[in-house]
């Protein structure tokens, strides 16, 4: 573990901290595969060399190839600050970064080249304890026992991805629903806690007023997600729908005390906070579909499209810029890209509550998510790859 730096940035800065190579290439990743995806659908593809189902294809990468490389990247810049000691950077955090994008190139290049199941599953399951790895030691060796949770979360997000791939290896028959499914969750639980960090600080700092936080309900809230997660993967079914309708009340409550007026003026709080409702919206779906009033899918898709979308485009713009010592503000396009990544989300989750409009959905969906991080990647890319405004390093 690199725990010195070099006083100075220079050159190119893309492996000065985590978030610059994961929060770029993450958003490559997210626009790629969408847009394949929907190459796909559009062919009628169906079949996959090593995920057997393309849309297990899409599952996973949406969620251990994107959604893992967000969280990973806010995570080795998040440890750095909350510890004061130095994460990996340079050659170490390319390595960590290199081993990530082995995980999403090499199932496509299975496509056309033979390469063993045993080393896509290997390459791609070991990332996941590399980055608990990083971040364990500094939060460790600073007593840092609160962050503790998360390394918690990275191994089980492990147990989740290797779920998948027995599946996927013909080791076990029915373990790859379980594994998204918690992969999936696992996420949430990620949202839930950091949203409830950063959002109220952020509102605050930003627009100077204070939010209301109810001592019952922040002891409640991550407690009653977990409640929930397990109930829902061990198939509690009754519980698991008492527990839906609990969170969805429970979180809508979080949101309202944070909520103010202000939050118009600044786009970098108001994505925040709308990519959270989405949580309790897929919360009360969740409970709907489970007594069969509409599709499991649009739950699944409240959580992803909606709030992973919106909360990881919110949290890179807002931390890009904080971290590389520009100002905290953004350009049209991005408040754009903010306002059309929320529209790809509501279409997704709304429109085909009218199942005709179905196919329909999952393509203008798709069609904007594409765009909302296209129009992200135009003014970030030289952010992230330049060194930071102050001449620091980081």
């Known amino acids: 573990m690199q725990i010195s730096e070099p006083n100075q940035a220079r050159g190119l800065a893309l492996f000065h901290l985590g978030f610059r190579p994961f929060f770029l290439f993450g958003a490559v990743a997210s626009l790629a595969l969408m847009a394949i995806w929907l190459m796909w659908l559009g062919q009628g593809h169906t079949l996959h060399q090593y995920y057997v189902v393309a849309q297990y294809w899409h599952g996973h990468e949406m969620l251990f190839g994107y959604g893992i490389a967000i969280i990973a990247g806010f995570l080795l810049t998040a440890v750095r600050n909350w510890t004061s000691i130095q994460t990996p950077y340079g050659y170490t955090l390319a390595g960590i970064f290199a081993v990530w994008l082995a995980g999403r190139v090499l199932p496509v290049i299975s496509e056309s080249v033979a390469i063993p199941g045993e080393l896509i599953a290997l390459v791609d399951i070991v990332f996941l304890p590399l980055v608990a790895l990083s971040i364990g030691l500094p939060i460790v060796r600073s007593g840092n026992h609160r962050n503790l949770v998360f390394i918690v979360i990275l191994l089980a997000m492990t147990v989740a991805n290797t779920l998948i791939h027995l599946q996927l290896l013909g080791i076990t028959e029915d373990t790859l629903p379980l594994g998204m499914q918690l992969g999936?969750?696992?996420?949430?639980?990620?949202?839930?806690?950091?949203?409830?960090?950063?959002?109220?600080?952020?509102?605050?700092?930003?627009?100077?007023?204070?939010?209301?936080?109810?001592?019952?309900?922040?002891?409640?809230?991550?407690?009653?997600?977990?409640?929930?997660?397990?109930?829902?993967?061990?198939?509690?079914?009754?519980?698991?729908?008492?527990?839906?309708?609990?969170?969805?009340?429970?979180?809508?409550?979080?949101?309202?005390?944070?909520?103010?007026?202000?939050?118009?003026?600044?786009?970098?709080?108001?994505?925040?906070?709308?990519?959270?409702?989405?949580?309790?919206?897929?919360?009360?779906?969740?409970?709907?579909?489970?007594?069969?009033?509409?599709?499991?899918?649009?739950?699944?898709?409240?959580?992803?499209?909606?709030?992973?979308?919106?909360?990881?485009?919110?949290?890179?713009?807002?931390?890009?810029?904080?971290?590389?010592?520009?100002p905290l503000k953004i350009a049209r396009i991005t408040i754009a890209a903010f306002v059309v990544m929320v529209l790809a989300g509501l279409i997704r989750v709304l429109l085909p509550v009218y199942p005709p409009l179905y196919s329909m959905a999952i393509h203008i969906s798709g069609g904007l998510w594409c765009l909302a991080w296209a129009m992200f990647l135009i003014p970030y890319t030289p952010i992230l790859l330049k060194p930071r405004l102050d001449g620091q390093y980081g």
């Open 184 to 326: 999936l969750n696992l996420i949430v639980m990620v949202m839930a806690i950091m949203g409830g960090r950063v959002i109220p600080f952020f509102s605050e700092r930003a627009l100077a007023y204070t939010v209301k936080k109810y001592d019952w309900l922040e002891k409640a809230v991550i407690p009653a997600a977990a409640a929930w997660m397990i109930c829902h993967l061990l198939g509690f079914t009754t519980v698991a729908i008492a527990l839906a309708i609990f969170n969805g009340i429970i979180h809508t409550l979080r949101l309202l005390g944070w909520f103010s007026t202000r939050l118009k003026r600044n786009p970098l709080i108001w994505i925040l906070h709308i990519a959270y409702l989405f949580i309790p919206l897929g919360f009360l779906m969740e409970a709907a579909s489970n007594i069969g009033l509409m599709s499991p899918y649009l739950a699944i898709h409240a959580f992803a499209a909606g709030a992973i979308g919106s909360m990881t485009l919110g949290m890179m713009a807002r931390v890009s810029l904080g971290h590389t010592a520009r």
